[in-house]
């Protein structure tokens, strides 16, 4: 086997450093692509949980308003409710005063 000359020897470790580099570049470069990937699908789960959260959030807020409206109805009601029941002990004390004042009891009536 014949010894390689300097020049050989350096052409072949240049060859062999060549070789390591575009292996190193391809190796980096599926390392990249791969990131992408991961990225990509990191990006697509976050927008996803994202949505799912802000629709939750606004569910809750629906039905948060919904009570709240429904509490306030129920208050308007038993507050209309309460002034009817006023209402009609009034028109009955009117009525009766009324009454009295027609039927000649108006001093009576001022008692009532």
Do not use: N
């Not at 709240?68 to 309460?82: G, I, N, S």
């Amino acid at each position: 086997m014949s010894e390689l000359t300097p020049l050989e020897q350096i052409r072949r470790a240049e060859d062999e450093a060549a070789r390591r580099i575009a292996a190193a570049r391809r190796a980096a470069e599926a390392i990249r692509r791969e990131a992408l990937v991961q990225a990509t699908d990191l990006k697509r789960q976050a927008d996803e949980a994202g949505r799912c959260e802000g629709e939750a959030q606004r569910q809750e807020i629906i039905r948060s308003a919904q009570e709240r409206a429904r509490a306030l109805v129920a208050e308007a009601h038993r507050r209309a409710e309460a002034l009817r029941h006023q209402g009609e002990i009034h028109m009955d004390m009117g009525v009766r005063h009324a009454v009295a004042v027609v039927m000649g009891q108006g001093e009576q009536a001022e008692d009532v």
